[in-house]
């Protein structure tokens, strides 16, 4: 059955009268057109434009489509041509007249379904290649005569648009904490009667029974009238609820290398439970978390089994296990650098991570002999004592040479964490390391050990670019330095927050400050690497790095005892891969062990350009400082992947 009165070319398919209609029809073939990009030759996502050999490309027809509404409506008129093939796809010429025939067809079935998904009910949709409609047109017939590019004429009568009268659900059972309202579901009484609106509500529907255990709930039949008399639809939902259901012993599929019983133990489902798909849910986040897999989906039976459970089955598609890549990044106020690596995802079938790294930095920014160096090898062992925690091991050596002390070190660092919830997460750990340091109050040899503690609080919608919530962490550790017989304490806390001020997430409102202090030991017994510095990339842009905080009175940067920053931004997504930021950051470095806000903040502004892709923005970024110091530049450059903060 279908949708009543709809028109494709002039052809009512069914009298402009009571009808009634199955909604799987309205929701053929509704979707915009996508998009693709590419980096460097390599297809990132999207559908990937299609290359046409030789022989296509001679017979290819370039064809130049014009959409027009029978009404002035921009908004509509804009959601048609994002579906139509015919106008996204203008540049991409069909090789051959059927070919072009065939997309027009198509595109047909697009347009109709995105009225369907406006509530237009009774509108039509006429195509004509060169002043011919499809429907004359035979395939494999001559075709029709152009020069140049061929017209292609899109004329669409949207029709009126239908708005909800009656709503109903009808169900084999009744739970008192189930709301039988279709209001409560999105289905009301004088709004748009849009066909993903109805889709939806059933979804819905189904969802709040399947949230009560009843894992084989399901909307059979969404009964649609419409009355084209006035305009208006009536929807009835048929629901079979089915009988309460409990997890059976769930299996493995897919898995290579990986232990299939430490799939099972990491999922957490526990047998005999009763049934609840956010539980689901958050199993298969946490083994794709794992990053091991390409693909994880826990497949739900479509009956219960013999022994009255819901049978479960673990789909998984590993990765490759070893991966290598590079980065790089730049600022001509501290040079550029470059780091190597290489990784294991699946050492001994549990997902153990390995990674060796290499990077060398201060590239431009003074001789070969004033480089940094380091290398690291870190260790991950997942799911140690149960899915919420994992083990940690690093070693590392460095040797750098920014401009407040040159630093040699190397030294090792062990760790747990735990998940207590998606959002709140804590880590403890021990660390021990060996450095020779020379700054402006002299050379000096430390052994340090130390408890590094740290509890973090995430909220954010995505990781490499969040559009809304809220990112708090608290880092502490007590240090003693063996060599000097000195105790200390750092700390350091910072929260973040993001807000979109629009629907379409396109303007973005983000957020930062963050206090640091050091106690115990004073300054000259303090490391200097683990002294406070503020300047340049990741702290207050435009101004020299680690140049903002205290100076001997040689000029000579030494260090804080504790540190106030504060930045803001105002991001915009100018198309699907282009964005741009504003953003001020301001703060400093003190020579007490509290910020001491009666000494002056030092301030930069500036803005820059995102490149967006899957793996986090490209960021380019420009800012000058407000109050320049000795040793800071006219202006600060920032290359580098990932948001500021």
């Known amino acids: 059955m279908t949708w009543g009165a709809l028109m494709w070319g002039r052809r009512p398919f069914l009298p402009s009268f009571l009808v009634v209609a199955s909604l799987a029809a309205a929701s053929v073939a509704f979707a915009p057109a996508a998009e693709a990009f590419e980096l460097f030759g390599y297809h990132l996502w999207g559908d990937k434009k299609q290359e046409l050999t030789p022989e296509e490309a001679a017979e290819a027809v370039p064809y130049k489509p014009d959409l027009t509404l029978t009404e002035e409506n921009e908004e509509l008129k804009e959601s048609l041509e994002e579906s139509s093939d015919l106008v996204s796809r203008a540049d991409e010429p069909p090789a051959g007249v059927n070919a072009l025939y065939a997309r027009a067809v198509s595109d047909r079935k697009r347009l109709i379904a995105a009225l369907y998904a406006d509530g237009r009910y009774g509108g039509t949709v006429d195509i004509a290649i060169n002043g011919m409609p499809i429907d004359d047109i035979v395939v494999g017939g001559e075709p029709p005569a152009s020069d140049g590019d061929v017209p292609v004429k899109i004329t669409v009568d949207p029709g009126p648009q239908f708005t909800f009268d009656e709503a109903r659900i009808v169900s084999a059972g009744s739970d008192a904490d189930i709301s039988e309202n279709p209001a409560d579901y999105g289905i009301k009484t004088g709004e748009v009667a849009g066909s993903q609106t109805i889709l939806s509500a059933g979804d819905r529907i189904a969802l709040k029974w399947r949230q009560k255990g009843h894992a084989l709930a399901r909307v059979d039949e969404r009964e649609i009238v419409a009355d084209h008399a006035t305009n208006t639809v009536d929807v009835t939902y048929h629901l079979t609820p089915g009988p309460v259901a409990h997890y059976g012993a769930p299996t493995v599929e897919g898995q290579e290398r990986m232990d299939p019983d430490f799939i099972l133990r990491y999922a957490a489902i526990e047998p005999g439970k009763r ?54 990044t730049y600022s001509n106020t501290e040079g550029g650098a470059v780091e ?101 109050l002299g050379e000096h040899d430390y052994l340090l050990t130390g408890v590094p503690l740290g509890l973090t609080y995430d909220s954010r919608d995505n990781k490499l670019d969040a559009t809304k919530g809220f990112l708090a962490m608290l880092e502490m550790e007590p240090l003693y ?139 380019l970024d420009a800012a000058v400082p407000l109050d320049k110091q000795d040793g800071d530049p006219d202006f600060g450059i920032y290359v580098g992947i990932g948001q500021s903060f």
């Open 275 to 328: 049934y609840d798909p956010e539980e689901l849910a958050k199993a298969e986040k946490r083994l794709r978390e794992l990053g091991v897999f390409d693909g994880v989906k826990i497949r739900e039976g479509k009956e219960l089994g013999p022994d009255g459970t819901l049978p479960l089955t673990i789909q998984v598609e590993e990765r490759k296990r070893r991966y290598f890549g590079a980065g790089v």
């Open 340 to 440: 190597l690596y290489w990784g294991h995802r699946n050492l001994f079938g549990g997902a153990e991570r390995l990674r060796i790294e290499g990077k060398v930095g201060r590239l431009g920014d003074g001789d070969y002999e004033d480089l940094d160096y380091s290398t690291k090898v870190t260790f991950a062992k997942p799911g140690v004592l149960g899915p919420a925690t994992e083990f940690t091991a690093e070693v590392f050596a460095i040797h750098e040479e920014p401009d407040a002390y040159v630093r040699t070190a190397a030294g090792a660092i062990v760790g747990m964490s735990y998940k207590f919830t998606d959002e709140i997460s804590a880590k403890i750990g021990a660390e021990v390391e060996r450095s020779r340091i020379e700054d402006a």
């Open 481 to 619: 330095d063996a060599e000097g017989g000195n105790g200390m304490l750092l700390s350091e806390t910072s929260l973040s927050a993001y807000r979109s001020i629009d629907s379409a997430d396109r303007f973005i409102l983000a957020g930062k400050v963050a206090v640091g202090s050091a106690l115990g030991a004073g300054l000259e017994d303090i490391p200097a690497d683990r002294r406070f510095y503020l300047g340049g990339g990741g702290t207050i842009r435009g101004y020299g790095y680690q140049n903002v905080g205290p100076h001997r009175g040689n000029g000579k940067i030494i260090g804080g005892l504790s540190y106030f920053l504060a930045s803001a931004e105002v991001r915009t997504r100018l198309t699907d891969s282009i964005g741009a930021v504003a953003f001020v950051d301001t703060g400093n470095a003190f020579r007490t062990r509290y910020p001491d806000f009666s000494e002056p903040l030092r301030t930069g502004v500036g803005a820059g350009i995102r490149y967006l892709t899957p793996i986090g923005p490209l960021r």
